[in-house]
Nanobody, 125 residues
């Protein structure tokens, strides 16, 4: 059974860094776009960053450009999100997702085939 498992969330002070990991299992995820979404309390789930099948193309939400970096290692079936210069407004549950059609920038939470269970990121001021 295909599965995505996130890790690396936690509590960090503003200005700090965290690295999220998403380990995929159950099938070969190198055939899929993969990405990270986040959902803050009372808000809709929104794209943070996405990466193409071979890692050659990435897309970021404007709010995280220059601070977050997405990457993937297909040999390890894992995608990462390096988050630097964190802000309190980055506080959310972060979800790994895979399998929407089209390019990384076409990421749509309604069309992703696979989701992880989410990991909480809390940034204190």
């Amino acid at each position: 059974q295909a599965q995505l498992v996130e890790s690396g969330g936690g509590l960090v002070q503003a200005g700090g860094s965290l690295r999220l990991s998403c380990a995929a299992s159950g099938r070969t995820f190198s055939i899929y776009n993969m990405g990270w979404f986040r959902q803050a309390l009372g808000e809709e789930r929104a794209l943070v960053a996405a990466v193409s099948r071979n890692g050659g193309s990435t897309h970021y939400a404007d709010s995280v450009k220059g601070r977050f970096t997405i990457s993937r290692d297909n040999a390890k079936n894992t995608v990462y999100l390096q988050m630097n210069s964190l802000k309190p407004e980055d506080t959310a549950v972060y979800y790994c997702a895979a399998g929407w059609p089209g390019s990384p920038s076409a990421a749509d939470p309604g069309r992703a085939l696979y989701w992880g269970q989410g990991t909480q990121v809390t940034v204190s001021s």
